[in-house]
């Protein structure tokens, strides 16, 4: 047998086709399976969210705040106490006890934690001017409280976080889990917002009889922050305008007065 | 726009990553398959074949074992598709073109290891993975292609009065 030398003609072991396409194909699928991961999960979360025994969410409120160096403030209670009086006796924050405290952390938020805590950070403290604002800012917090959003939100990102990591691996999950978490997570988030802004509002006019103080902070807010609505596209909360729009427009519906605000004191009374 | 490159710091990472994996490994990739395939062509008449016994005793001039070996290593871009790959499962092509540049540059090195060799017999291919945890974070991921064989030269071959050096 002769030995004839010849080059290859063709490379059999090397796949055709182009690899970009490949990603596109594989990328469209992973993303369509986490949009459906997303929704099962906030399904799953939304029903089972109603029957967490207020005793478990203590439970629960307590592991998280335990390390929080929470420091009372008697402004920030006697708001809270003003509006706790004001609660329907039909809804949940009715019977429920709840805590309100500062930390010192300049970033300008509030948050309601499981367990009925709400946390104001000192540089949104800084921020308002009115005891009405606060009121307005501890009602919004009151209403995430009312409509479970604290555990919705919680439940939602760790159920996602868990089944996401579990199916795509630690690696690409750490990185395109945050950015869809955010993502889908923003227009749900931005509702929930939305409707405790609505009930911060409500409750505000029950306990100071008129609207007076509900949208200055946001005005404030918003002047300082002029970023633009590509960064809302993805932000959990609506731009500054648009709540203010929003509250605007529920002010001149109901037809609630807007009148003058309670200056807060400077500094809490010993 | 600041505030929203600031949030997704880890994804644009992750694109730039990938970008820079497919451009880059792309050039080296062609770079390599065109060095390939000019060495194979210039070392075409040297055959390696996995056949025990070629020739009878009395035309050997001289035998010797010879080896090659190539390790290369996947770009991110390979690395992402594959880890994709991985979830939906079927043929992991982004690493198809790594074993077999792998594979032809270690018989490539095989037989520039053997000059003036008449034929190499049975040959043999081992692979190994560099870094067993290549997709895992930070690790490296190689395959390392190992060809060996026995390298023949012939009295009849056109140095076959020369004494045997390798």
């Known amino acids: 047998m002769k030995f004839k030398p010849r ?3 063709r490379n059999v072991n090397v796949s ?20 459906l991961l997303f929704i099962l999960a906030g399904f ?42 004001e609660f329907a006796p039909d809804e949940a924050n009715h019977t429920r006890h709840f805590r309100i405290g500062i930390i010192d952390r300049e970033e300008i938020n509030a948050v309601a934690l499981p367990g009925g805590t709400i946390v104001v950070f ?26 479970q959003d604290h555990l919705t939100r919680l439940g939602r990102v760790l159920l996602f976080g868990i089944a996401s990591r579990l199916v795509l691996g630690e690696a690409i999950s750490s990185r395109l889990t945050a950015f869809f978490t955010r993502t889908l997570h923003a227009s749900y988030s931005r509702r929930q917002e939305t409707a405790a802004d609505l009930y911060g509002l409500s409750l505000l006019v029950k306990a100071y009889g008129h609207a007076g103080g509900a949208v200055d902070f946001f005005i404030r807010i918003a002047e300082r ?15 500054p305008e648009d709540r203010i729009e929003i509250l605007k427009k529920t002010i001149q519906a109901k037809g609630w007065p807007v009148s003058s605000k309670i200056a807060l004191p400077e500094t809490p009374p010993p | 726009m600041i505030e929203l490159i600031m949030q997704n710091v880890g994804l644009l990472t992750l694109l730039f990553l990938v970008t820079l ?6 050039l080296v990739e062609k770079r390599h398959y065109r060095s390939l395939m000019k060495r194979e062509q210039a070392l075409l008449t040297l055959p390696a074949v996995t056949i025990k016994h070629d020739q009878s005793v009395d035309e050997i ?37 790594l074993v077999d540049r792998s594979r032809r540059e270690a018989i490539l090195r095989m037989k520039a290891s053997a000059p003036g060799a008449a034929i190499i017999v049975n040959m043999r ?40 050096k390798i």
Not at chain 1, 122 to 147: D, P, R, T, Y
């Open chain 1, 16 to 35: 055709q086709g182009s690899r970009l396409w490949d990603l596109c194909l594989l990328l469209s699928g992973m993303v369509a399976g986490l949009v």
């Open chain 1, 122 to 147: 000192s540089g949104l403290l800084k921020e308002v001017a009115s005891e009405n604002e606060l009121a307005m800012i501890v009602g919004h917090e009151l209403g995430h409280f009312a409509h």
């Open chain 1, 44 to 85: 799953f979360v939304d029903s089972l969210v109603k029957f967490i025994p207020p005793s478990y969410e203590d439970l629960l409120g307590h592991h998280l705040t335990n390390n929080l160096d929470l420091s009372e403030d008697p402004r920030l209670d006697h708001i809270l106490q003003r509006l706790e009086g």
């Open chain 1, 7 to 9: 080059p290859l003609a």
């Open chain 2, 61 to 97: 001039r001289g035998s010797m074992m010879v080896s090659g070996s190539a390790v290369i290593s996947i770009d991110y871009f390979k690395r992402f598709l594959a880890r994709l790959r991985n979830i939906f499962g079927g043929r992991v092509k982004s690493y198809e073109t």
């Open chain 2, 21 to 26: 994996g497919y451009t880059v490994g792309t």
């Open chain 1, 225 to 239: 922050r002029r970023s633009g609505r590509l960064a809302h596209l993805v932000a959990s909360h609506p731009h």
């Open chain 2, 125 to 164: 291919l081992e692979t190994a993975a560099i870094g067993n945890s290549a997709n895992q974070k930070r690790m490296i991921g190689s395959v390392e292609t190992l060809a060996y064989g026995t390298a023949i030269w012939l009295r009849t071959s056109p140095t076959s009065e020369a004494p045997l």
